[in-house]
């Protein structure tokens, strides 16, 4: 007997016919239970407009902020200039390079929405085995 857990599925397409006649068929294949209209997923938020739906992470982001202790800081503009090449340090690495990882690493995901994010974290993602 071969046992699959599947947590979350989405399904979406542009026949509401189709759509419930797969969810039917998984249902008679497999127990489970439809959450209707998808509101939340995996740290991404997703509204509907009638021009479409728009996906944004604001619960993510504060969690990240609130995380590294700058909830409640002044934001300031700090623009990054395209091809800038950031300087070797000749100090001594982190003490604990698995925070930088996390950071990092989170900010990735955040880039899923927040594209004006991307080029910073990727010039900080190249020093992420450097720590």
């Not at 509907?48 to 996906?55: E, P, Q, Y």
């Not at 619960?59 to 300031?76: F, H, M, P, R, T």
Request: proline letters at 2%; charged letters at 20%; one cysteine or more.
């Amino acid at each position: 007997m071969v046992l699959v857990y599947v947590d979350d599925l989405i399904i979406c397409g542009n026949n509401h016919d189709s759509i419930q006649c797969f969810k039917d068929y998984l249902s008679r294949r497999f127990r489970m239970k439809d959450l209707g209209k998808l509101k939340y997923f995996l740290g991404v938020e997703v509204a509907r407009s009638s021009t479409g739906i728009f996906l944004y992470q604001p619960k993510y982001a504060l969690d990240i902020i609130s995380e590294v202790g700058l909830l409640g800081v002044k934001s300031v503009s700090t623009p990054l200039e395209q091809n800038h090449h950031l300087g070797l340090a000749n100090g001594e690495l982190l003490a604990n390079p698995d925070c930088y990882r996390w950071l990092v690493g989170h900010l990735i995901y955040l880039c899923f929405t927040k594209l004006e994010l991307s080029y910073c974290v990727h010039v900080l993602s190249q020093f992420m085995q450097q720590q």
